[in-house]
């Protein structure tokens, strides 16, 4: 799904960039260090993914891989993966919520902006995004808007 995701806007994989973990999606978001979600329907067909990952030693965390199938886009999923996502941090203790995306993904951006993501100023690692975008967790648990 996350090769033909990107397909479907026009980008090309490479596996040298942030791009690797397409390879072994179980070593890299597993245990302590993230965890990745798929949806998958009655049949069996994959609808939408997406993963957050620990940033190394901080209680910060990255929305990774969030993807929902052009045939089943505007239903919703994108919402229910993107609130499962956050309450993985909220389970975790994180405190910050980063992920990088791109201009093109204009759908995506007004989701994750009613969910209270701002621009930041943080150099995205993906060759593919030309900005990043920061959410805060309260202590308490409840995420800002």
Known sequence: MG?????EFGFKYRPLTSEFDLENFE???????????????????????????RLQNTNWYKIRKMYVSKSHQGLGYGKLILEVLI??????????????????M???????????????DIKPNSPRCDFTMIKSINDDGVSKR
């Open 3 to 7: 090769k033909s995701g990107l397909a």
């Open 27 to 53: 070593e890299h978001y597993s245990g302590e260090k993230g965890k990745f979600i798929v949806i998958v329907s009655e049949k069996n067909e994959i609808l939408g993914c997406g993963a957050v990952l």
């Open 87 to 104: 309450n993985i941090v909220k389970e975790q203790n994180g405190t910050q919520v980063i992920l990088e995306t791109s201009s093109l």
């Open 106 to 120: 204009i759908s995506a951006i007004k989701l994750y902006k009613f969910y209270g993501f701002v621009k930041a």
